[in-house]
């Protein structure tokens, strides 16, 4: 079974309180059932039904609301998401503190391991998360209480075994459940003989290691990667500019034209531009813009406009309004060599709540969308985020609606600079503009 949908099981059965009740127990005792209450569980399940629309295409499947399909294929994909991504958020301010902070470094451990690419720093941060959740969870739930001892599945000794099984056999995401049902589909369409059916799925098997050997040895043998869509602009290093893109050449919008004007520099004409719609990353994400995205309804789409930058050596996160292409000096020293460089018009979010990112250990960057824009190259796009928002009450005691920050699993993942608690203990079509 996932992993994934084990440790989602478990907390839900939790926090709703099905979780099987021995005879000297009481789930009214359950201070940690938050949801066994139909009314709490099901504005619980809107709340994640409504975070839908916010997370990017690139995602994948979307969380449904979990109170009406919890029982009816609830994939798996779907509880990684909600578990390891929205849950933390959600559960901020529902969940008894003691409970939401362990649960919190559980999903910090699990989103570090499950990048594809792992530094060393990872891999203990993620370690000491996990034990530390660990031995809390027991201490928390479990209470050395005999009629509790259901609550400790394998699942919760087996995430202790991720970290070191790491070091031996490289990140868990490359050799998980997913990975092994694809490879056995993949074998399994390629049987063409009823006869001997586990013959031949060995001798395919044996078949795609050759194959996979071969390539490896010499890549050039394999296929060509698929060439552009007609009319991108290939920038290198895997960014290009697709279309949707202005027909004519047009004045910026007056709100923007200062911020472009500072980007030029001071006694450069205004420029008119042309608007881009998306920008395809390295990570094989595809950028959008608010310009082409605001067009649908909000039930209409995957907001994908949202991205993480790198801004002056810092992680910061904004808003994409659109892409463009402006004519910049090739050299300093040769005002007659002249190129274009490709931007993003984008508007910022703030920086984390520091206070709530690190009580969270990381798992809620909670944010404000700002009255700034900035001028950015393209290439300093590193991934799509999603940006949901929500209401919470900030450790100061602030309440004020803001949004919060979700990665795709797998990915690069963020380190926001604060320490982790356990060392202290598709596009509408335009007018007739648009190409």
């Given amino acids: 079974m996932h992993i994934a949908g084990n440790l989602s099981d478990l907390n839900i059965s939790l926090w709703r309180g099905t979780m099987d009740c021995g005879p000297s127990d009481d789930v009214d005792r359950w201070d940690w059932a938050i949801l066994k209450d139909r009314d709490a569980w099901e ?46 958020a959600l559960l901020y301010g529902v969940l008894p503190q003691p409970y939401w902070l362990n649960y919190c470094q559980l999903v910090r451990g699990f989103q570090l391991l499950c990048q594809h690419r792992i530094t060393t720093e990872d891999l203990q941060h993620a370690h000491v998360l996990l034990c530390n959740w660990e031995k809390e969870f027991e201490t928390l739930y479990y209470q050395r209480h005999e009629d509790r ?22 990140p868990p995401i490359c050799y998980a459940q997913w990975t092994m049902e694809r490879t056995i589909g993949n074998l399994g369409q390629e049987i063409r003989q009823p006869s001997n059916p586990y013959a031949n799925l060995s001798q395919e098997g044996l078949r795609r290691c050759q194959v996979n050997t071969l390539l490896s040895v010499l890549p050039e043998l394999d296929e060509p990667p698929k060439g552009l869509p007609t009319g991108s602009v290939d920038l290198g290093d895997g960014y290009a500019l697709l279309r949707k893109r202005d027909r004519y050449f047009r004045l910026p919008d007056p709100e923007h034209a200062e911020v472009i004007a500072r980007f030029l520099g001071e006694g450069r004409v205004l420029q008119r531009i042309k608007k881009w719609a998306r920008l395809l990353l390295p990570n094989g994400q595809i950028a959008r813009s608010a310009w082409r995205e605001t067009i649908k309804p909000l039930d209409k789409i995957r907001i994908s406009r949202n991205v993480k930058i790198d801004l002056d050596g810092q992680i910061r996160f904004g808003e994409i309004l659109y892409f463009t292409q402006l004519s910049v000096e090739a050299d300093a020293d040769n005002k007659d060599e002249w190129q274009f460089a490709s931007v993003a018009l984008i508007q910022l979010y703030s920086t984390p709540d520091e206070s709530l990112l690190k009580l969270s250990s990381q798992t809620v960057a909670s944010c404000t969308r700002l009255d700034k824009f900035c001028i950015l190259d393209v290439k300093k796009i590193c991934s799509v985020v999603g940006m949901i928002p929500h209401t919470p009450t900030l450790p100061s005691g602030v309440t004020e609606p803001r949004f919060f920050m979700m990665e795709r699993p797998g990915f690069d993942i963020s380190n926001l600079g604060v320490p982790y608690a356990g060392y202290l203990d598709v596009d509408v079509d335009g007018g007739d503009d648009i190409e």
């Fill in 149 to 170: 001892l259901q609550f400790i599945r394998p699942c919760i000794h087996q995430v202790n075994h991720l970290a070191p099984e790491t070091l031996r056999k490289g």
């Fill in 43 to 88: 504005a619980h399940g809107r709340l994640v039904e409504a975070a839908g629309p916010y997370l990017p295409g690139s995602f994948d499947r979307k969380p449904r609301n979990i109170a009406e399909k919890l029982n009816t294929s609830y994939k798996t994909w779907e509880f990684q998401l909600y578990t390891f991504g929205l849950g933390p």
